[in-house]
Protein backbone atom coordinates (compact mmCIF):
# COMPACT_ATOMS: atom_id res chain seq x y z
CA UNK A 1 0.00 0.00 0.00
CA UNK A 2 1.32 3.37 -0.52
CA UNK A 3 2.85 5.85 1.54
CA UNK A 4 1.15 8.53 -0.18
CA UNK A 5 -1.86 7.93 0.67
CA UNK A 6 -1.15 7.84 4.26
CA UNK A 7 0.47 11.18 4.26
CA UNK A 8 -0.28 12.87 7.27
CA UNK A 9 2.59 14.31 10.01
CA UNK A 10 2.36 17.26 12.34
CA UNK A 11 3.02 20.41 11.30
CA UNK A 12 5.92 20.62 13.52
CA UNK A 13 7.93 19.89 10.35
CA UNK A 14 7.71 22.26 7.29
CA UNK A 15 5.70 20.93 5.37
CA UNK A 16 7.47 21.83 2.13
CA UNK A 17 10.33 19.56 3.21
CA UNK A 18 7.24 16.63 3.82
CA UNK A 19 5.82 17.21 0.42
CA UNK A 20 8.37 15.48 -1.44
CA UNK A 21 8.20 11.35 -0.48
CA UNK A 22 4.23 11.99 -0.18
CA UNK A 23 4.18 12.35 -3.95
CA UNK A 24 4.64 9.87 -6.60
CA UNK A 25 7.40 9.13 -8.85
CA UNK A 26 6.61 10.90 -11.65
CA UNK A 27 6.77 14.04 -9.54
CA UNK A 28 10.08 16.08 -9.43
CA UNK A 29 11.78 16.73 -5.94
CA UNK A 30 13.64 19.87 -5.25
CA UNK A 31 17.23 17.94 -5.02
CA UNK A 32 17.35 13.93 -5.45
CA UNK A 33 20.72 11.32 -5.53
CA UNK A 34 22.87 11.71 -8.89
CA UNK A 35 20.63 8.59 -10.41
CA UNK A 36 17.18 10.48 -10.09
CA UNK A 37 17.96 13.92 -10.85
CA UNK A 38 16.21 14.55 -14.17
CA UNK A 39 12.88 16.36 -13.45
CA UNK A 40 9.62 15.06 -14.83
CA UNK A 41 8.66 17.50 -17.73
CA UNK A 42 4.62 18.38 -17.05
CA UNK A 43 1.89 16.38 -18.55
CA UNK A 44 -0.43 18.12 -20.91
CA UNK A 45 -4.15 17.50 -19.56
CA UNK A 46 -7.57 17.73 -20.75
CA UNK A 47 -6.37 20.65 -23.56
CA UNK A 48 -4.15 22.49 -21.31
CA UNK A 49 -1.01 23.51 -23.00
CA UNK A 50 2.10 22.13 -22.09
CA UNK A 51 4.28 24.63 -20.30
CA UNK A 52 8.16 25.17 -22.23
CA UNK A 53 10.77 24.34 -19.49
CA UNK A 54 12.60 27.05 -18.33
CA UNK A 55 16.71 27.47 -19.54
CA UNK A 56 18.90 26.56 -17.10
CA UNK A 57 19.74 30.54 -17.22
CA UNK A 58 18.47 32.92 -14.64
CA UNK A 59 14.84 33.87 -16.34
CA UNK A 60 15.59 37.97 -17.33
CA UNK A 61 13.44 40.02 -14.78
CA UNK A 62 10.98 40.96 -17.25
CA UNK A 63 9.58 37.38 -17.16
CA UNK A 64 5.79 36.81 -15.97
CA UNK A 65 6.08 35.02 -12.86
CA UNK A 66 3.34 32.19 -12.14
CA UNK A 67 3.62 32.86 -8.97
CA UNK A 68 0.45 33.75 -6.04
CA UNK A 69 0.39 37.06 -5.39
CA UNK A 70 0.91 38.32 -1.75
CA UNK A 71 -1.90 37.18 0.59
CA UNK A 72 -3.88 40.38 2.68
CA UNK A 73 -2.47 40.25 6.32
CA UNK A 74 -5.01 40.31 9.20
CA UNK A 75 -4.69 39.31 13.17
CA UNK A 76 -4.88 36.49 15.23
CA UNK A 77 -8.13 38.33 16.82
CA UNK A 78 -9.54 39.05 13.21
CA UNK A 79 -9.27 35.03 12.07
CA UNK A 80 -11.19 34.43 15.85
CA UNK A 81 -14.16 36.30 14.47
CA UNK A 82 -13.90 35.64 10.82
CA UNK A 83 -17.28 34.73 9.28
CA UNK A 84 -18.26 33.06 5.79
CA UNK A 85 -20.40 36.60 4.22
CA UNK A 86 -23.64 35.42 4.29
CA UNK A 87 -23.26 32.06 6.10
CA UNK A 88 -21.96 32.51 9.30
CA UNK A 89 -23.28 29.07 10.25
CA UNK A 90 -21.02 27.46 7.77
CA UNK A 91 -18.35 26.29 10.74
CA UNK A 92 -16.68 26.69 13.77
CA UNK A 93 -13.47 25.55 14.98
CA UNK A 94 -12.79 22.17 15.69
CA UNK A 95 -11.76 22.46 19.39
CA UNK A 96 -14.71 24.58 20.33
CA UNK A 97 -16.62 22.44 22.76
CA UNK A 98 -19.94 24.84 22.63
CA UNK A 99 -19.88 25.19 18.81
CA UNK A 100 -20.01 21.71 18.33
CA UNK A 101 -22.52 20.68 21.14
CA UNK A 102 -24.80 23.73 19.16
CA UNK A 103 -24.24 22.26 16.03
CA UNK A 104 -25.27 18.72 16.72
CA UNK A 105 -29.20 17.10 15.76
CA UNK A 106 -31.80 16.97 18.59
CA UNK A 107 -32.19 13.60 18.42
CA UNK A 108 -29.67 10.59 19.05
CA UNK A 109 -29.00 8.45 15.85
CA UNK A 110 -25.52 6.31 14.79
CA UNK A 111 -22.59 8.58 14.11
CA UNK A 112 -20.11 7.26 11.09
CA UNK A 113 -16.19 8.42 10.93
CA UNK A 114 -15.25 8.34 7.91
CA UNK A 115 -10.98 8.87 8.15
CA UNK A 116 -8.38 9.78 5.61
CA UNK A 117 -6.79 7.52 2.81
CA UNK A 118 -6.56 9.07 -0.52
CA UNK A 119 -6.61 5.96 -2.80
CA UNK A 120 -7.27 3.56 -0.17
CA UNK A 121 -10.64 5.46 0.25
CA UNK A 122 -11.96 2.78 -2.18
CA UNK A 123 -12.28 0.21 0.74
CA UNK A 124 -14.35 2.69 2.62
CA UNK A 125 -17.01 3.28 -0.67
CA UNK A 126 -16.91 -0.50 -0.95
CA UNK A 127 -17.98 -1.20 2.35
CA UNK A 128 -20.49 1.63 2.71
CA UNK A 129 -22.21 0.07 -0.94
CA UNK A 130 -21.68 -3.44 0.80
CA UNK A 131 -23.91 -2.31 3.52
CA UNK A 132 -26.60 -1.56 1.15
CA UNK A 133 -26.78 -4.71 -0.66
CA UNK A 134 -26.56 -6.45 2.56
CA UNK A 135 -29.87 -4.35 4.01
CA UNK A 136 -28.01 -3.63 6.85
CA UNK A 137 -26.70 0.07 6.78
CA UNK A 138 -27.63 2.50 9.07
CA UNK A 139 -29.37 6.09 8.37
CA UNK A 140 -26.99 7.72 9.93
CA UNK A 141 -27.38 10.86 12.27
CA UNK A 142 -24.30 12.30 11.60
CA UNK A 143 -21.74 11.71 9.17
CA UNK A 144 -17.74 13.40 9.32
CA UNK A 145 -14.96 12.97 7.24
CA UNK A 146 -11.22 13.77 6.77
CA UNK A 147 -9.50 14.08 3.54
CA UNK A 148 -10.80 11.51 1.58
CA UNK A 149 -13.21 10.55 4.15
CA UNK A 150 -14.78 14.03 2.71
CA UNK A 151 -14.61 13.37 -0.74
CA UNK A 152 -16.57 10.50 0.14
CA UNK A 153 -18.97 11.74 3.30
CA UNK A 154 -22.09 13.38 0.68
CA UNK A 155 -22.82 10.71 -1.15
CA UNK A 156 -22.57 8.31 1.80
CA UNK A 157 -24.72 11.25 3.69
CA UNK A 158 -27.64 11.24 1.21
CA UNK A 159 -27.92 7.97 1.27
CA UNK A 160 -27.85 4.83 -0.83
CA UNK A 161 -29.70 6.42 -4.10
CA UNK A 162 -25.73 7.86 -4.57
CA UNK A 163 -24.04 4.46 -4.23
CA UNK A 164 -23.31 4.44 -7.72
CA UNK A 165 -21.91 7.48 -7.85
CA UNK A 166 -19.65 6.31 -4.63
CA UNK A 167 -18.61 3.40 -6.64
CA UNK A 168 -17.55 5.44 -9.96
CA UNK A 169 -15.78 7.93 -7.95
CA UNK A 170 -13.62 5.38 -6.19
CA UNK A 171 -13.25 2.79 -9.46
CA UNK A 172 -12.79 4.81 -12.23
CA UNK A 173 -10.23 7.97 -11.59
CA UNK A 174 -6.44 8.09 -12.21
CA UNK A 175 -3.93 9.73 -10.62
CA UNK A 176 -4.72 12.41 -13.96
CA UNK A 177 -8.00 12.80 -12.35
CA UNK A 178 -6.34 14.16 -9.38
CA UNK A 179 -3.40 16.11 -9.89
CA UNK A 180 -1.17 17.63 -12.36
CA UNK A 181 2.70 17.94 -12.32
CA UNK A 182 3.95 21.10 -12.21
CA UNK A 183 5.84 22.91 -9.47
CA UNK A 184 5.48 26.20 -7.81
CA UNK A 185 6.04 27.59 -4.44
CA UNK A 186 2.84 26.51 -2.96
CA UNK A 187 3.37 22.70 -3.97
CA UNK A 188 5.34 20.13 -5.74
CA UNK A 189 1.72 19.19 -8.09
CA UNK A 190 -1.35 21.24 -8.84
CA UNK A 191 -4.65 19.98 -7.90
CA UNK A 192 -7.33 21.62 -10.79
CA UNK A 193 -8.19 18.15 -12.29
CA UNK A 194 -9.44 17.09 -8.61
CA UNK A 195 -10.99 20.70 -8.33
CA UNK A 196 -12.72 19.91 -11.27
CA UNK A 197 -13.87 16.28 -10.47
CA UNK A 198 -15.21 17.26 -7.24
CA UNK A 199 -17.23 20.34 -8.99
CA UNK A 200 -18.84 17.41 -11.48
CA UNK A 201 -19.42 14.90 -8.46
CA UNK A 202 -20.95 17.70 -6.72
CA UNK A 203 -24.04 18.26 -8.40
CA UNK A 204 -27.22 20.32 -7.86
CA UNK A 205 -29.37 17.26 -6.69
CA UNK A 206 -26.71 16.04 -4.57
CA UNK A 207 -26.40 19.32 -2.82
CA UNK A 208 -30.45 19.83 -2.60
CA UNK A 209 -30.67 16.13 -0.97
CA UNK A 210 -27.87 17.39 1.61
CA UNK A 211 -29.80 20.30 1.80
CA UNK A 212 -32.98 17.92 2.62
CA UNK A 213 -31.58 15.85 5.02
CA UNK A 214 -29.84 18.07 6.94
CA UNK A 215 -33.28 20.53 7.54
CA UNK A 216 -34.68 16.69 8.64
CA UNK A 217 -32.24 17.29 11.72
CA UNK A 218 -29.20 15.20 10.33
CA UNK A 219 -25.77 16.58 9.92
CA UNK A 220 -23.13 16.50 7.69
CA UNK A 221 -19.24 17.84 9.21
CA UNK A 222 -16.14 17.62 6.69
CA UNK A 223 -12.71 18.89 8.38
CA UNK A 224 -10.11 21.21 6.78
CA UNK A 225 -6.74 22.93 8.80
CA UNK A 226 -6.52 26.47 8.83
CA UNK A 227 -2.68 26.91 8.73
CA UNK A 228 -2.77 30.43 10.05
CA UNK A 229 -4.83 29.50 12.78
CA UNK A 230 -3.03 25.95 13.64
CA UNK A 231 -6.36 24.64 13.94
CA UNK A 232 -8.90 22.18 12.62
CA UNK A 233 -12.08 23.61 11.32
CA UNK A 234 -15.30 21.75 10.70
CA UNK A 235 -17.80 22.90 7.84
CA UNK A 236 -21.22 22.12 8.39
CA UNK A 237 -21.60 21.18 5.26
CA UNK A 238 -25.67 20.62 5.31
CA UNK A 239 -26.21 24.15 6.71
CA UNK A 240 -24.05 25.05 4.08
CA UNK A 241 -26.49 23.63 1.46
CA UNK A 242 -29.56 24.63 3.13
CA UNK A 243 -28.38 28.48 2.22
CA UNK A 244 -28.85 27.25 -0.85
CA UNK A 245 -27.69 29.66 -4.43
CA UNK A 246 -24.35 29.64 -6.06
CA UNK A 247 -22.13 30.86 -3.92
CA UNK A 248 -22.94 28.61 -1.40
CA UNK A 249 -22.87 25.54 -4.06
CA UNK A 250 -19.26 26.86 -4.33
CA UNK A 251 -18.12 26.86 -1.04
CA UNK A 252 -19.06 23.23 -0.63
CA UNK A 253 -17.26 22.43 -2.86
CA UNK A 254 -14.09 24.86 -1.65
CA UNK A 255 -14.35 23.11 1.24
CA UNK A 256 -13.73 19.52 -0.02
CA UNK A 257 -11.15 20.49 -2.01
CA UNK A 258 -9.35 21.88 1.06
CA UNK A 259 -9.87 19.31 3.59
CA UNK A 260 -7.94 16.99 0.78
CA UNK A 261 -5.15 18.92 -0.28
CA UNK A 262 -2.03 17.76 1.24
CA UNK A 263 0.06 20.67 2.23
CA UNK A 264 3.15 20.98 0.30
CA UNK A 265 2.02 18.27 -2.74
CA UNK A 266 -0.87 20.36 -3.44
CA UNK A 267 -1.69 23.96 -3.34
CA UNK A 268 -3.36 25.06 -0.18
CA UNK A 269 -7.20 26.44 -0.69
CA UNK A 270 -7.78 29.98 0.16
CA UNK A 271 -11.12 30.62 1.35
CA UNK A 272 -12.84 33.95 1.49
CA UNK A 273 -14.09 35.36 4.87
CA UNK A 274 -14.67 38.91 6.52
CA UNK A 275 -13.98 40.01 9.91
CA UNK A 276 -15.15 43.24 11.92
CA UNK A 277 -15.59 44.79 8.31
CA UNK A 278 -12.07 43.77 6.24
CA UNK A 279 -12.31 41.13 3.69
CA UNK A 280 -9.24 38.68 3.26
CA UNK A 281 -8.47 34.61 2.95
CA UNK A 282 -7.51 31.61 4.95
CA UNK A 283 -5.21 28.94 3.99
CA UNK A 284 -6.48 25.80 4.46
CA UNK A 285 -4.76 22.38 3.87
CA UNK A 286 -5.81 18.85 4.49
CA UNK A 287 -7.87 17.91 7.28
CA UNK A 288 -5.73 14.98 8.43
CA UNK A 289 -3.26 17.70 10.04
CA UNK A 290 -5.38 17.96 12.71
CA UNK A 291 -6.34 13.73 13.24
CA UNK A 292 -7.19 11.03 10.79
CA UNK A 293 -10.98 11.59 11.53
CA UNK A 294 -13.13 13.03 13.79
CA UNK A 295 -15.62 12.25 16.39
CA UNK A 296 -15.78 15.77 18.52
CA UNK A 297 -13.21 18.05 19.90
CA UNK A 298 -10.32 16.84 21.61
CA UNK A 299 -11.51 18.30 25.19
CA UNK A 300 -14.59 15.95 24.86
CA UNK A 301 -12.25 12.36 23.71
CA UNK A 302 -10.00 13.29 26.76
CA UNK A 303 -9.76 10.48 29.31
CA UNK A 304 -9.70 13.04 32.07
CA UNK A 305 -13.59 14.20 30.08
CA UNK A 306 -16.83 12.76 31.32
CA UNK A 307 -18.89 13.56 28.00
CA UNK A 308 -21.07 11.05 26.67
CA UNK A 309 -21.57 11.29 23.33
CA UNK A 310 -25.07 11.91 21.86
CA UNK A 311 -25.70 8.73 19.70
CA UNK A 312 -26.65 5.49 19.20
CA UNK A 313 -23.65 3.88 18.07
CA UNK A 314 -20.35 5.01 17.09
CA UNK A 315 -18.98 3.84 13.73
CA UNK A 316 -15.71 4.50 12.10
CA UNK A 317 -14.11 3.44 9.03
CA UNK A 318 -10.62 3.41 8.22
CA UNK A 319 -9.18 3.98 4.71
CA UNK A 320 -5.98 3.35 5.72
CA UNK A 321 -3.65 0.14 6.13
CA UNK A 322 -2.68 -0.56 9.15
CA UNK A 323 -0.45 -3.27 9.16
CA UNK A 324 3.33 -2.05 9.24
CA UNK A 325 5.72 -2.96 5.80
CA UNK A 326 8.56 -4.07 6.13
CA UNK A 327 11.43 -2.65 3.82
CA UNK A 328 14.91 -1.67 3.90
CA UNK A 329 14.85 2.13 3.52
CA UNK A 330 17.39 3.77 1.64
CA UNK A 331 19.24 6.46 2.51
CA UNK A 332 17.85 9.21 0.89
CA UNK A 333 16.04 11.94 2.15
CA UNK A 334 12.86 11.32 0.45
CA UNK A 335 12.91 7.45 1.48
CA UNK A 336 13.46 8.11 5.02
CA UNK A 337 10.82 10.92 5.23
CA UNK A 338 8.01 8.65 3.24
CA UNK A 339 8.90 5.40 5.85
CA UNK A 340 8.24 8.10 8.73
CA UNK A 341 5.09 9.58 7.53
CA UNK A 342 3.55 6.30 7.10
CA UNK A 343 4.59 5.11 10.26
CA UNK A 344 3.24 8.24 12.11
CA UNK A 345 -0.03 8.29 10.19
CA UNK A 346 -0.37 4.21 11.47
CA UNK A 347 0.10 5.34 15.36
CA UNK A 348 -2.18 8.77 15.04
CA UNK A 349 -4.55 6.46 13.65
CA UNK A 350 -4.46 4.06 16.12
CA UNK A 351 -4.07 6.38 19.11
CA UNK A 352 -7.19 8.18 17.95
CA UNK A 353 -8.97 4.77 17.73
CA UNK A 354 -8.50 4.33 20.94
CA UNK A 355 -10.11 7.33 21.86
CA UNK A 356 -13.30 6.75 20.01
CA UNK A 357 -13.38 3.49 21.51
CA UNK A 358 -13.23 4.96 25.18
CA UNK A 359 -15.72 7.63 24.23
CA UNK A 360 -18.16 5.54 23.38
CA UNK A 361 -17.61 3.03 26.38
CA UNK A 362 -17.78 5.93 28.21
CA UNK A 363 -21.41 7.07 26.60
CA UNK A 364 -22.50 3.63 26.66
CA UNK A 365 -22.84 3.04 22.95
CA UNK A 366 -21.63 0.41 20.83
CA UNK A 367 -18.27 1.11 19.12
CA UNK A 368 -17.62 -0.13 15.61
CA UNK A 369 -14.44 -0.08 13.66
CA UNK A 370 -13.69 -1.47 10.56
CA UNK A 371 -10.26 -1.22 8.71
CA UNK A 372 -8.63 -3.09 5.54
CA UNK A 373 -8.34 -6.56 6.57
CA UNK A 374 -4.49 -7.60 7.15
CA UNK A 375 -4.54 -10.14 4.47
CA UNK A 376 -5.23 -7.46 1.85
CA UNK A 377 -1.63 -7.11 0.06
CA UNK A 378 -2.14 -6.19 -3.55
CA UNK A 379 0.29 -4.05 -4.85
CA UNK A 380 -0.25 -0.55 -6.38
CA UNK A 381 1.58 0.16 -9.46
CA UNK A 382 1.37 4.14 -8.21
CA UNK A 383 -0.90 6.89 -6.95
CA UNK A 384 -4.65 6.42 -7.84
CA UNK A 385 -4.45 3.13 -10.08
CA UNK A 386 -7.57 2.18 -11.24
CA UNK A 387 -7.27 -1.47 -10.81
CA UNK A 388 -6.15 -1.74 -7.08
CA UNK A 389 -8.24 0.57 -6.21
CA UNK A 390 -11.45 -1.83 -8.14
CA UNK A 391 -9.83 -4.50 -5.82
CA UNK A 392 -9.76 -3.07 -2.96
CA UNK A 393 -13.28 -1.46 -3.50
CA UNK A 394 -14.67 -5.36 -3.80
CA UNK A 395 -13.01 -6.26 -0.82
CA UNK A 396 -15.13 -3.61 0.96
CA UNK A 397 -17.87 -4.74 -0.57
CA UNK A 398 -17.40 -8.07 0.76
CA UNK A 399 -16.45 -7.16 4.02
CA UNK A 400 -19.82 -5.17 4.03
CA UNK A 401 -21.51 -8.14 3.15
CA UNK A 402 -20.39 -10.43 5.71
CA UNK A 403 -21.80 -11.34 9.15
CA UNK A 404 -19.60 -8.94 10.93
CA UNK A 405 -18.32 -6.07 8.77
CA UNK A 406 -17.29 -4.04 11.91
CA UNK A 407 -15.03 -5.25 14.94
CA UNK A 408 -16.33 -3.95 18.80
CA UNK A 409 -12.58 -2.99 19.31
CA UNK A 410 -10.01 -1.63 18.23
CA UNK A 411 -7.35 -3.42 15.81
CA UNK A 412 -5.23 -5.83 17.14
CA UNK A 413 -1.67 -4.71 17.77
CA UNK A 414 0.47 -4.63 14.69
CA UNK A 415 2.50 -8.25 15.32
CA UNK A 416 -1.09 -9.41 15.66
CA UNK A 417 -1.81 -7.70 12.10
CA UNK A 418 1.45 -8.92 10.74
CA UNK A 419 0.47 -12.90 12.12
CA UNK A 420 -3.11 -12.10 10.34
CA UNK A 421 -1.73 -11.23 6.90
CA UNK A 422 0.47 -14.04 6.65
CA UNK A 423 -2.07 -16.69 7.79
CA UNK A 424 -5.90 -14.83 7.59
CA UNK A 425 -8.39 -16.67 9.33
CA UNK A 426 -12.29 -15.78 9.14
CA UNK A 427 -12.19 -14.42 12.72
CA UNK A 428 -10.01 -11.60 11.84
CA UNK A 429 -13.01 -9.65 11.99
CA UNK A 430 -14.41 -9.53 15.30
CA UNK A 431 -18.37 -9.74 15.84
CA UNK A 432 -20.44 -6.61 16.71
CA UNK A 433 -23.76 -8.33 17.41
CA UNK A 434 -25.35 -5.61 19.46
CA UNK A 435 -26.70 -6.54 22.88
CA UNK A 436 -30.45 -7.51 23.39
CA UNK A 437 -30.67 -3.80 24.74
CA UNK A 438 -28.58 -2.42 22.29
CA UNK A 439 -30.17 -0.47 19.11
CA UNK A 440 -30.51 -2.84 15.86
CA UNK A 441 -29.14 -1.07 12.53
CA UNK A 442 -31.66 0.20 10.60
CA UNK A 443 -31.73 0.53 6.54
CA UNK A 444 -30.91 3.61 4.85
CA UNK A 445 -33.63 6.05 3.33
Avoid at 375 to 384: I, K, L, T
Avoid at 388 to 404: D, H, R
Avoid at 431 to 445: E, F, I
Amino acid sequence: MKNFTRWTLCTCTAAAILAAPLLPPELPFAAAPAHAQSLSKPKAHRGAKTKTPAPPQAAPASTTSNEPPPRVPYTAADAAAAVIPGIPEARFWGDSVSDFTAALPSQPGPWLALSSGGEDGAFGAGLLTGLTTAGKRPDFAVVTGVSTGALMAPFVFAGPKYDDALRNAYTTITSADIYEAGRTSEAFADSWPLRDLIAKQITPDLFKDIADAYRGGRRLFVVSYDLDAERSVVWNMGAIAAHGGDDALKLFRTVLLASASIPGAFPPTLIDVESNGKKFQEMHVDGGVGGQFFVAPAALMAATSDYHLPATALYVVVNTDLKPEFQVVERFVPSLLTQAVGAAVNVDTRLMLDRAYNLAKRSGVPFNAATVPASFAMPSRGAFDPDYMKALFNVGVEQGKSASPFANEPPPPPDRLQTEAADPKPTDLKSTDPKPSDPQPGGSK
